[in-house]
């Protein structure tokens, strides 16, 4: 089940160019377990709504809301006579906020609430329990659950990153304050570590606010050109700036590439895209070149290919730098789930992993769901 735009609306395919869902809404959203969410919320089209679609395209439930969420670790919230519902993968009503409250991150333990300016407690950020039972109570000016990725054979230990007082510490899915609030700021978790600021320079934290390294990176660490060198670590480094030049840290905040590249992605499938004299090549994991720099642009691997730019066209390379789909497309992005969207002159598409090429059929005189 493909998303696919067509004269501004959204609609589902699936992998023969079927249309499985004719072009109704205004923005789609990934659920899990290879369905979707549609969304229709502009007021001068009608009654806002919302479709939680079954990875066939039927709809398994719809919502008369100008807001929802798609599922994300077995929940949802839907907003209902001014108040958001959390519901279970079965549509069953779990509990209702108050209202005011709006929910901003679930994961597989806890729900962030942020209280807005309906509420009493103006602005101030709290968590739940799937119960519905406050665990972190509202108190905070931010909460952010960490992403729950562990590195190797490494345990995941949760953590919720949190702001009082304007400074930044980590709480663990109980409420409890494993970092204090000391930090100018602080970035993760990811793979059980983050990035804290002291001094307008950045460290690197463990799990259980262990020190692994003083603030010796420079503010300018988490500024790229791009968005994802984010400090955060992925298959066990992190790309770092300085001087306007990338590098990379290991976990325990050593320096394992010096600040040579214009720009660098994370790595993903052992790899990483880094851009040297304006052309981006991917490096392994020792630094060493397995495809030179040649690209006008690249992104990261996924699913065992990535889009590269070469000539003003994008293509798709395999991860022994062959190609899977040479350079052809205007724009193209990753792949998900098997497949990788594209666009040329106007007409959009998928790629699969073989390299063929899907289009949409040509839709029917009178739209309407199959």
Known sequence: MLPIQ????????DETGRWLVTPRYQSVRSSEGGEWMGMVNDPDVGIPFCEYLEAGGGCRK???TAFARPFQWGW?????????????RNFKPLFKLHAGMLPLDMGPALLVIQADYTSPKDGIWGACSREGKVVIPFEYEYLELGDPEPYGAETIVPRVIARQGGLFGALDEAGREIIPC????????RENRAFYKKDGRWGILDEEGHVLTDPVFPDEAMRGTFSEPELSFFEGYAVVFSGGKAGFTDREGRLVRDYRYEE???FRQGLSAVCVDGFWG???REFAWRTPPVFEAAGSFSEGAAAVCQDG???YLRL???WLVPPKYRQAQPFRAGYAAFSDAGHKGYVDASGREIYPEPLPVKWGRR
């Open 76 to 88: 949802s919230a839907v907003l209902l006579n001014g108040r958001f519902q959390i519901i279970d």
């Open 282 to 284: 991917y490096v392994d």
């Open 6 to 13: 067509a004269e501004g609306k959204w609609g589902f395919i």
């Open 182 to 189: 000391h930090y100018e700021q602080m970035w993760g978790f």
């Open 320 to 322: 022994d730098g062959t």
């Open 264 to 266: 660098a992605l994370s």
């Open 313 to 315: 066209r994008w293509g």
């Open 62 to 64: 719809r919502y008369e």
